[in-house]
């Protein structure tokens, strides 16, 4: 059964560029172990007329915008062998430890697939 990591996260309209560069860097590192989709999308139409609108829901400031992303994967045990093999990777080549994001506010969970195409 496919399992999804789930990203939400404030990132601030004048760091997307930043966020972009370090964006290009996860999808090589999970492509590179074994990840069977990256996707990283950012904000276009957040005024909807119906749920909670992510701006609401992330408490976004002035200036912001809302970044959602998720990384695909065979299995949750697959999940967490490549993203154990991610982890050490970044830490060997010394992954960025100032994010142009606000990582406190950042919205993570891991998803087990219901429908898919």
């Given amino acids: 059964m496919r399992y999804v990591d789930g990203y939400v996260l ?14 290009r860097m996860g999808e090589k590192l999970w492509r590179k172990h074994g990840a069977l989709d990256y996707k990283e999308c950012v904000g276009d139409d957040l005024k ?14 002035p200036g912001e915008t809302v970044v959602f992303s998720y990384i695909v994967f065979k299995s949750r045990a697959h ?3 490549v993203n154990a093999k991610v ?10 430890a100032d994010m142009p994001f606000d990582v406190k506010r950042m919205a993570y969970g891991g998803f087990k697939v219901l429908v898919t195409a």
């Fill in 48 to 61: 909807t007329k119906w749920g909670t609108p992510f701006p609401r829901m992330m408490k976004l400031k």
């Fill in 79 to 81: 999940r967490d062998r």
């Fill in 87 to 96: 982890m050490k990777e970044m830490a060997s080549i010394g992954a960025q």
């Fill in 10 to 23: 404030p990132v601030p309209k004048k760091n997307l560029k930043a966020y972009l560069r370090l964006a």
